[in-house]
């Protein structure tokens, strides 16, 4: 074999090694690449559940907030219904929906209390709201007006219970 021939023989050697090589860097880049994208969709996933997990805990807390707030609501207005004398309405309470309920039925423009009984429950709740956001550090405007009307007007003991 000749001279030429050999360094023609290992020129190809090389040239198929290099092209070896070269396809072998070639998947090894593919592999980083790969590998990065896995790591960034397990970042993705990571953040997600995370996102999740907190957003749980926060409804749990609105929930317990929500109960308490109801809570406290329903008591302010059944002691807003003592001081006006309006305790033949039955049980009051405020419902998870913030609703108030009499008689465990929700209450509503065609259903509870009527005539004065109905004033003293509004009169009631919105004292009870006033008081109830100031309790929680509501933002509630300190002005609360009512007007009704004189058919069903409170007794002039009744309303000064109520603004004493």
Known sequence: MKATD?????????????????????????????????????????AAHTDLTNHDEAETRRRKSVAAAANSLSKAINRWMTILNANDVGAVAVDEYL???????????????????????????HAALLETSFELGGGHPPLLLFDAPKQHELNPADFSAYMA
Request: glycine share 8%.
């Open 6 to 46: 050999r360094v023609v023989a290992a020129v190809d050697g090389v040239t198929k090694q290099l092209a070896s090589v070269g396809r072998n860097i070639a998947l090894s880049e593919e592999v980083n690449a790969e590998r990065k994208a896995r790591d960034e969709l397990v970042e993705k996933r990571n």
């Open 99 to 125: 609703r108030v309920t009499v008689g465990g039925k929700v209450l509503s423009d065609s259903k509870g209390p009527s005539g004065s009984s109905r004033l003293r429950l509004i009169l009631a709740y």
